[in-house]
């Protein structure tokens, strides 16, 4: 057992199986802190209706691929036995059992409770301080705004990786909340530079995602679809070949071909990130990474800047991403390029392929300097005064 106490992370990954970059969303949290000299816990909740088996057929939670799966990647990362899953209303669990967690959780530093995605009042209630992270800026802010939904209420602190949630250049509402603004953090040691220069400009991600467009003040703040579509001639204005691996339906079919004319490959996401390793030895096998951002995040000035951009950085692979308002809280021009229009990101990435090599270092100094889990979960503790 580590000294310092134990630190809660609770959110959602067995709802989301075959998810690799999902899922290092919440290692680099659970590492850090063990790092840092914390133990820690892992709690989740599994809808029943979502739990299928590994043909795809509906099955109990207990023997679902869901569950396999997340104890796989948890034990290959020596949580093996750091993990609960509830479900049947917290009344059944999987991996401790709940009067354990009742336990742990009462003697814990914090719990950290991602997207207020947990919601068990028994088990949060017993928390000394309950920490909401906010991953997502935007939706659940003027969701609450408008009176739609609250996900902040019960917490004692919030934090968000919205930089600029709170200052006046930032549309996000704040809702009278105080807060907390933080980078995300890579543990290096997972992700040391990767050899070689890579095969391509490379991304992972979703089409549209769960959430849909909201209307706040009079503005329509949308998806990735609706920033990327100003994007998908890129290909065809530089030399370096572009590929994507996105989760999009066929029933975005003129998108697909809107894609496709304009030059990207497009690769199935459940082949290269099926899992931690298989995301990993993607974004390492890529020569850099083009960064198309939620169109919340870039409308509203967030200062959101994306895990998977900082796994890109810790490999040492150049990032060029779409300012959110990022540029004004992280250096820019060497390593990590920003860009709003279509030929500053023509231009970025000329820049990136010209000066590969200086590029390519000075992306994972930046990840060392910035990103590094001791350093940014460290900060994160005092700012949340946890000694």
């Not at 949290?29 to 790092?35: A, I, P, T």
């Amino acid at each position: 057992m580590n000294t310092r106490g134990t630190v809660v992370v609770a959110g959602s990954v067995a709802q989301r199986p075959g998810n690799g970059g999902h899922v290092w969303v919440f290692l680099q949290y659970l590492l850090g802190f063990r790092r840092l000299g914390f133990d820690v816990l892992f709690l989740d909740r599994l809808e029943p209706a979502m739990c299928v088996d590994a043909e795809g057929r509906p099955s109990p939670p207990d023997a679902s691929a869901n569950m396999s799966y997340l104890a796989r990647v948890f034990e290959a990362f020596g949580l093996g036995d750091r993990y609960a899953v509830f479900w049947d209303a917290g009344a059944q669990a999987l991996g401790l059992p709940r009067e354990r967690v009742l336990e742990e959780v009462g003697r814990s530093a914090l719990v950290l409770n991602v997207n207020g995605f947990f919601d068990d009042e028994d088990v949060l209630s017993r928390s000394a301080l309950r920490v909401f992270l906010d991953i997502d800026p935007g939706f659940m802010h003027m969701w609450r705004a408008l009176g739609l939904h609250d996900a902040f209420t019960g917490h004692d602190a919030y934090v968000t990786i919205g930089e600029s949630v709170g200052s006046a250049e930032c549309r996000i509402p704040t809702g009278g909340i105080d807060w907390i603004t933080t980078p995300q953090p890579v543990v290096l040691e997972h992700w040391p530079r990767a050899a070689g220069s890579g095969h391509a400009f490379t991304s992972v991600g979703s089409w549209r995602g769960p959430f849909a467009p909201i209307e706040y003040e009079g503005e329509t703040y949308g998806l990735r679809v609706h920033e990327f579509r100003n994007f998908a001639e890129l290909p065809r204005l530089v030399a370096d070949p572009f590929e994507i691996a996105l989760d999009i339906d066929e029933a975005d079919e003129r998108d697909i071909e809107l894609l496709r004319s304009g030059g990207w490959a497009l690769r199935e996401p459940r082949e290269v990130a099926a899992d931690p390793w298989c995301y990993r030895d993607y974004v390492q096998s890529s020569s850099a990474e083009l960064m198309v951002a939620k169109n919340m995040y870039v409308r509203s000035r967030s200062g959101w800047f994306s895990d998977r951009s900082i796994c890109y950085l810790a490999s040492g692979r150049p990032v060029l991403a779409e300012d959110t308002g990022f540029s004004r809280h992280h250096p820019v021009g060497k390593g990590l390029l920003q860009f709003s229009t279509l030929e500053e990101a023509a231009e970025g990435a000329r820049r990136i392929t010209a000066d590969y090599d200086s590029h390519a270092r000075a992306a994972r100094a930046l990840a060392e300097e910035r990103f590094d889990s001791d350093k940014v979960l460290g900060n994160l503790l005092a700012k949340l005064g946890v000694a």
